[in-house]
């Protein structure tokens, strides 16, 4: 099991920027992918991309296209999400979630929940 601590959400408005970081711990290795998927009020959670050792990053969601990148930074066991021209329909609620490699998002373990609120 992966313990995953989620950090860095605010409020931004429209345009901005912001940098999510998850932090895991426990059964880490270089199997295990790591992805961030988000919850808006009234809609189903989404995913949006994830990354692993062996892989790299992966887009599910084509409009954070261009403007999401994600990033392991493998010293700190964290995985970065950098959010740049952000939008009003950015705004949910952000979680990471970490699962093996191969094993798909049925049953991952989730970190909690940060609110990433975009203003107009």
């Known amino acids: 099991e992966v313990q995953l601590q989620a950090s860095g959400g605010g409020l931004v408005q429209a345009g901005g920027s912001l940098r999510l970081s998850c932090a895991a711990s426990?059964?880490?290795?270089?199997?295990?992918?790591i992805g961030w998927f988000r919850q808006a009020p009234t809609r189903a959670r989404e995913g949006l991309l994830c990354i692993s050792s062996s892989e790299g990053s992966t887009y599910y969601l084509d409009s954070v296209k261009g403007r999401f990148t994600i990033s392991k930074v493998n010293a700190k066991n964290t995985v970065d999400l950098q959010m740049n021209s952000l939008r009003p329909e950015d705004t949910a609620v952000y979680y990471c979630?970490?699962?093996?490699?191969?094993?798909?998002?049925?049953?991952?373990?989730w970190g909690q929940g940060t609110q990433v609120t975009v203003s107009s």
């Open positions: 979630a970490a699962t093996t490699r191969g094993s798909g998002w049925n049953h991952p373990d």
């Open positions: 426990g059964s880490t290795d270089d199997d295990y992918v």
